[in-house]
């Protein structure tokens, strides 16, 4: 079955830095567009950003110029390098999985289980 695994999350100072990973297992369809998205308490789910299958990337604008997300294919891993992390960054971080990029984001798709990233 599909499984979506996310690591890398923890607690960094204002400023520092996180790589958060997602390992991608058990997809046997063809898969246009894989994202990372976070919510924080109180608050509704959002994209951080997604890479489709050509490797265009998006970015939240309040993250732009900060993140940068990354897949490899040949380990299945979709990557988010995280810098000059913002207080406002804390949050659960998922990544998600979807076979058209107009639907990623969807409770359909595939989501990983989260990695909490608290900045302080």
């Known amino acids: 079955h599909v499984q979506l695994v996310e690591s890398g999350g923890g607690s960094v100072q204002a400023g520092g830095s996180l790589r958060l990973s997602c390992e991608v297992s058990?997809?046997?369809?063809?898969?246009?567009?894989i994202g990372w998205f976070r919510q924080a308490p109180g608050k509704e789910r959002a994209e951080v950003a997604r890479?489709?299958?050509?490797?265009?990337?998006t970015y939240a604008d309040n993250v732009k110029g900060r993140f940068t997300i990354s897949k490899d294919t040949a380990q299945n891993t979709l990557n988010l390098q995280m810098d000059s992390l913002k207080v406002e960054d804390t949050a659960m971080y998922y990544c998600?999985?979807?076979?058209?990029?107009?639907?990623?984001?969807?409770?359909?798709?595939?989501w990983g289980q989260g990695t909490q990233v608290t900045v302080s």
């Open positions: 998600a999985i979807s076979r058209y990029c107009v639907t990623l984001g969807a409770a359909h798709n595939y």
């Open positions: 058990g997809i046997t369809e063809g898969t246009n567009c």
């Open positions: 890479i489709d299958s050509v490797g265009t990337t």
